[in-house]
């Protein structure tokens, strides 16, 4: 089942999750971890949500790979939220159970020096800077808890491929409106040394409003910087979209074409 990814899955418990095991990264890992926080914290004051934004600065975090624990407890006296250590991708259930009980599953391993701008599956770099700090802002928190609930139901609504767009086009590749202009906050672009700047400055792409429906039918590009991105106007826009019952949604569009990207 998880021949192809490359973390080690031997050790994890059934729910997917693994011990961090801290101790065992190296010096050279470390100092990995570091350059590529570095290189992104240059861009993200640029580009990056305000709310991102605030959140790193209150986590101390870059010097080292992070100790999820100690992120952790600050999590938790915030919003509720943890996170759980994990070899790397993880089934649908067990993904959206965790989500379900305000765990959001961290991947433990870093990828390698000559992966530094491009890297196939999520590690612990796209896991902790993209995903993480998000999770500190209450309406982001509250609307990913309800997503991994909803996760659960459109398993039983055989619509996961339908939700899962919707997941790509917010959490992982989503922009927002603010004051200042358009700004990111998907993990995919907070966490990416080239799609930061061109999510927001290049003009080739299209930025369309938030719409459920055309969402929810829309294939996406896994390989390339995406075509089109999704402008929210606030997370608690997000959450009051997406708040609707999916169930007569997914009936009416199972019946309609895919769209392309
Ligand atoms: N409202 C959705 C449903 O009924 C659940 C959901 C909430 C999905 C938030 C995504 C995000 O299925
Ligand atoms: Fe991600």
Redesign the pocket.
């Known amino acids: 089942m998880h021949s192809g990814l490359r973390g080690d899955y031997s050790r994890a418990a059934p729910d997917y999750t693994v011990a961090q095991d801290w101790g065992a990264y190296t010096g050279e890992q470390h100092a990995l971890f570091r350059r590529l926080f570095e290189r992104q914290s240059r861009l993200v004051a640029r580009y990056a949500c305000p709310e991102w934004i605030e959140a790193i600065a209150g986590l101390d975090a870059g010097g080292e790979i992070p100790r999820f624990e100690r992120i952790s407890e600050k999590l938790r006296a915030r919003t509720g939220w943890e996170i759980a250590a994990v070899p790397g991708l993880i089934p649908d259930e067990a993904f959206f159970t965790h989500l379900a009980n305000r765990r959001f599953p961290v991947t433990v391993w870093l990828r390698k020096p000559e992966e530094f701008d491009y890297i196939v599956e999520p590690d612990v770099f796209h896991d902790f800077f993209g995903h993480v700090p998000l999770l500190f802002d209450p309406a982001y928190a509250d609307?990913?808890h309800?997503?991994g609930?909803?996760?659960l139901?459109?398993m039983r609504?055989d619509a996961v491929k339908m939700?899962a767009r919707?997941?790509w086009y917010t959490i992982e590749f989503g922009l927002v409106r603010t004051p200042a202009g358009i700004r990111a906050y998907g993990a995919g672009l907070i966490s990416s040394g080239g799609e930061l700047a061109y999510c927001i400055d290049d003009p080739a792409p299209k930025r369309l409003d938030f719409d459920l429906e055309s969402i929810l039918r829309t294939e996406y590009l896994i390989d390339r910087y995406q075509s089109t991105y999704i402008v929210i106007d606030s997370f608690a826009q997000?959450?009051r979209d997406?708040?609707?019952?999916?169930?007569p949604?997914?009936a009416r569009l199972k019946a309609l074409p895919v769209l392309a990207p």
């Open positions: 609307h990913l309800e997503y609930k909803g996760g139901k459109a609504l939700l919707l997941y997000l959450m997406t708040a609707p019952d999916f169930t949604i997914y």
